[in-house]
């Protein structure tokens, strides 16, 4: 495994003083791995694997409408981060979910160079570049840490479940 280095929404370029990253999903309890190299329908697969998990880390069903509004949150996070990866970065090479407490972390690897960042400035009539603005505003936080030999990136997000 190589190491990795975070980046912050706010800053998409290296900053050579921060120390490595720690591994992916450290500290999270429950995790779950989807390979999606060669897989066909890719979002649907994703959203499933995902909806599954959330049904058995009791996200769903959703006894409140900011349950339920904070589960679909999720799905559309992970159906952009899948669909960006598929436009931008040669396709998404994992998806990882990790669960701790009310914090849900997704990761999509890819090979991709290329750093997903919101289009700015961001305007609502103008059709395509609004995944990374959904991603911003529904999330918690979100990063990009890229491998150190380059060859490829972890697109995360974190959101945290309702009170």
């Given at each position: 495994?190589?190491?990795?280095?975070?980046?912050?929404?706010?800053?998409?370029?290296?900053?050579?003083?921060?120390?490595?990253?720690?591994?992916?999903?450290?500290?999270?309890?429950?995790?779950?791995?989807?390979?999606?190299?060669?897989?066909?329908?890719?979002?649907?697969?994703?959203?499933?694997?995902?909806?599954?998990?959330?049904?058995?880390?009791?996200?769903?069903?959703?006894?409140?409408?900011?349950?339920?509004?904070?589960?679909e949150d999720v799905l559309l996070v992970v159906s952009e981060l899948v669909t960006n990866a598929?436009?931008?970065a040669e396709g998404p090479e994992e998806l990882r979910l990790g669960a701790a407490g009310k914090v849900l972390r997704l990761e999509i690897t890819d090979h991709g160079e290329g750093s997903p960042e919101p289009r700015t400035p961001h305007r609502a009539g103008r059709?395509?570049?609004?995944?990374?603005?959904?991603?911003?505003?529904?999330?918690?936080?979100?990063?990009?840490?890229?491998?150190?030999d380059g060859m490829g990136k972890t697109v995360w997000a974190e959101l945290t479940a309702p009170e």
């Amino acid at each position: 495994m190589s190491t990795t280095r975070p980046l912050s929404p706010g800053d998409r370029g290296p900053d050579p003083g921060d120390p490595a990253s720690p591994p992916p999903l450290a500290g999270f309890g429950q995790v779950r791995t989807l390979r999606l190299e060669g897989v066909s329908g890719i979002v649907p697969t994703a959203r499933d694997f995902t909806r599954e998990a959330l049904h058995d880390w009791g996200w769903l069903p959703a006894g409140t409408p900011e349950q339920r509004a904070a589960a679909e949150d999720v799905l559309l996070v992970v159906s952009e981060l899948v669909t960006n990866a598929c436009l931008h970065a040669e396709g998404p090479e994992e998806l990882r979910l990790g669960a701790a407490g009310k914090v849900l972390r997704l990761e999509i690897t890819d090979h991709g160079e290329g750093s997903p960042e919101p289009r700015t400035p961001h305007r609502a009539g103008r059709p395509g570049g609004h995944g990374m603005f959904i991603v911003q505003r529904l999330c918690k936080d979100w990063g990009v840490v890229r491998r150190d030999d380059g060859m490829g990136k972890t697109v995360w997000a974190e959101l945290t479940a309702p009170e």
